[in-house]
């Protein structure tokens, strides 16, 4: 038989290495739902970071996600509504006379009777601080109640991050929308063909729901000199997931929360439609085909019948819009 302090010894050494193992579990589980804690709370409350990717931050790179703050902001523009469709539209600090003829137009909230609207206006800081751009944008709002501007500059390499926090928006602050669309300031939208048509009030609130002018198996541009240029080293693909054009897509609210889950995963670039798209294709929701006459990313010749069977037209300048449309209604009484 061993030595009775030997046989001490071998079982305080085995006592002391099941502690040990007991402690490193202990440890390796707190590690573990304090990771799981710390996405859930990121996805939950959305605390931004400015992300630094694989590669130095470039001219085609984005920061987002990022907090962004608010500048202007209308938080309870949704209060006790539930509205039908909301129109996030883009458009620069200094387009004043293109949100006016938006308000007159297609973006006027009471167009369709007992069809709750709600229209949106989503500015940046211009590259060049101008005190009283900065005040009329703020007397605008005190009008109008339509204008939501937070703090990253306004540029076209930009326009992810102002579509990225406009779905921001939508999710904290008007979450029970049936519909939304994203629609460029400078498009024609048959809001009545959308709203009767497309989506079609009597039928239930579609779910995973996105459509516009599809683009399938489209390349990435590697000209230099390409508005659309995409390098290597941003997008290193051959072909770009299934997108719709920014020009104007619809899509169910309730993919809010989903694309913006994505957005902590895929790398943002700057063609913010082709972003939505990796973002859809990583929450694996695909895009709806819609007829072929119903989004147009190029202009069409305006005529009164051909534009009641559309519901975008590109390139409308806002004294074009105006008159165009003033006909289109009067013509809709024939």
Same mark, same amino acid.
């Given at each position: 038989f061993p030595p009775p302090q030997l046989v001490v010894t071998v079982a305080r050494r085995s006592v002391m290495q099941k502690k040990t193992q007991i402690l490193t579990l202990q440890v390796f589980m707190l590690l573990c739902c304090l990771s799981i804690f710390t996405y859930l709370f990121i996805l939950q409350h959305r605390i931004k970071a400015n992300i630094t990717w694989k590669h130095p931050l470039g001219p085609h790179d984005i920061v987002y996600p990022y907090d962004y703050n608010y500048v202007i902001n209308e938080p309870d523009k949704c209060k006790n509504k539930n509205p039908f469709l909301v129109l996030l539209i883009p458009t620069g600090p200094a387009e004043i006379h293109a949100r006016n003829v938006i308000r007159e137009t297609w973006g006027n909230e009471t167009l369709i009777p007992r069809v709750t609207i709600i229209r949106l206006f989503f500015i940046g800081l211009p590259v060049k601080i101008v005190e009283p751009l900065q005040q009329h944008l703020e007397e605008e709002s005190s009008?109008? #109640?339509?204008?939501?501007? &937070?703090?990253?500059?306004?540029?076209?390499?930009?326009?992810?991050?102002?579509?990225?926090?406009?779905?921001?928006?939508?999710?904290?602050?008007?979450?029970?929308?049936?519909?939304?669309?994203?629609?460029?300031?400078?498009?024609?939208?048959?809001?009545?063909?959308?709203?009767?048509?497309?989506?079609?009030?009597?039928?239930?609130?579609?779910?995973?729901?996105?459509?516009?002018?599809?683009?399938?198996?489209?390349?990435?541009? &590697?000209?230099?000199?390409?508005?659309?240029?995409m390098p290597k080293n941003v997008f290193p693909g051959k072909e770009y997931p299934p997108f719709c054009s920014?020009?104007?897509?619809?899509?169910?609210?309730?993919?809010?929360?989903?694309?913006?889950?994505?957005?902590?995963?895929?790398?943002?670039?700057?063609?913010?439609?082709?972003?939505?798209?990796? !973002?859809?294709?990583?929450?694996?929701?695909?895009?709806?085909?819609?007829?072929?006459?119903?989004?147009?990313?190029?202009?069409?010749?305006?005529?009164? !019948? &051909?534009? &009641?069977?559309?519901?975008?037209? #590109?390139?409308?300048?806002?004294?074009?819009?105006?008159?165009?449309?003033?006909?289109?209604?009067?013509?809709?009484?024939?």
């Amino acid at each position: 038989f061993p030595p009775p302090q030997l046989v001490v010894t071998v079982a305080r050494r085995s006592v002391m290495q099941k502690k040990t193992q007991i402690l490193t579990l202990q440890v390796f589980m707190l590690l573990c739902c304090l990771s799981i804690f710390t996405y859930l709370f990121i996805l939950q409350h959305r605390i931004k970071a400015n992300i630094t990717w694989k590669h130095p931050l470039g001219p085609h790179d984005i920061v987002y996600p990022y907090d962004y703050n608010y500048v202007i902001n209308e938080p309870d523009k949704c209060k006790n509504k539930n509205p039908f469709l909301v129109l996030l539209i883009p458009t620069g600090p200094a387009e004043i006379h293109a949100r006016n003829v938006i308000r007159e137009t297609w973006g006027n909230e009471t167009l369709i009777p007992r069809v709750t609207i709600i229209r949106l206006f989503f500015i940046g800081l211009p590259v060049k601080i101008v005190e009283p751009l900065q005040q009329h944008l703020e007397e605008e709002s005190s009008v109008h #109640h339509d204008i939501i501007q &937070r703090d990253f500059l306004e540029s076209y390499s930009n326009l992810t991050i102002k579509t990225m926090t406009s779905l921001e928006w939508l999710a904290d602050f008007c979450p029970e929308a049936d519909y939304a669309m994203k629609v460029d300031a400078d498009m024609f939208l048959n809001i009545e063909k959308l709203v009767k048509s497309l989506l079609n009030l009597d039928i239930p609130t579609r779910q995973n729901y996105f459509t516009g002018a599809p683009f399938i198996n489209h390349h990435p541009i &590697r000209d230099k000199n390409s508005k659309w240029y995409m390098p290597k080293n941003v997008f290193p693909g051959k072909e770009y997931p299934p997108f719709c054009s920014g020009t104007g897509y619809v899509f169910s609210v309730n993919i809010t929360w989903k694309i913006l889950e994505a957005s902590y995963v895929v790398k943002p670039i700057y063609l913010e439609d082709v972003y939505i798209g990796l !973002c859809l294709n990583f929450a694996q929701i695909n895009i709806t085909i819609p007829p072929d006459s119903f989004f147009n990313i190029y202009h069409i010749d305006y005529e009164a !019948c &051909r534009y &009641r069977n559309l519901i975008t037209s #590109h390139y409308f300048t806002p004294d074009y819009l105006l008159r165009s449309w003033e006909n289109f209604q009067e013509k809709k009484a024939y």
